[in-house]
């Protein structure tokens, strides 16, 4: 099962990375639990919920110089006990206008499978540079 969850965790993520680089809001929605918390990394702002990430993402989209976030795994710890998973990793901006990449740090993400799909339920981000 822990191979298995990993593995569907990184496609997860490669999903969303995915779907952050395309401005696809339906691809990012399936991966939010309802209730998913972001912690951001710079001003530690807090959003809530599958919808208010959702009108957060469809913002930052709409930017006409926009950051184009990557999320890379380095661990993904699977629960022997419970249906959740912590991932660990870093993270960039890069502007699509430059190319640059404007911030960067580290993360952490829990995951819960939910009617056997992995989901998001908080993300926390550390900007480090």
């Known amino acids: 099962m822990t191979a298995t969850a990993d593995l569907a965790i990184r496609i997860a993520r490669a999903t969303f990375n995915r779907a952050l680089a395309d401005a696809n809001l339906a ?35 709409a ?7 990557t999320r890379t795994p380095d661990t993904i710890i699977v629960s022997p006990v419970e249906p959740i998973a912590m991932e660990q990793g870093h993270w960039q901006g890069v502007s699509t206008g430059s190319g640059v990449t404007l911030a960067s740090g580290t993360y952490s993400a829990k995951w819960r499978e939910m009617g056997g799909a992995w989901m998001i339920e908080a993300e926390i981000f550390l900007t480090l540079a």
């Open 27 to 61: 691809a990012i929605g399936p991966l939010l639990a309802p209730n998913a918390v972001l912690v951001a990394g710079t001003d530690s702002a807090l959003i809530t919920g599958r919808k208010a990430q959702l009108l957060a993402w469809k913002r930052e989209f």
């Open 63 to 69: 930017a006409k110089d926009r950051l184009i976030y």
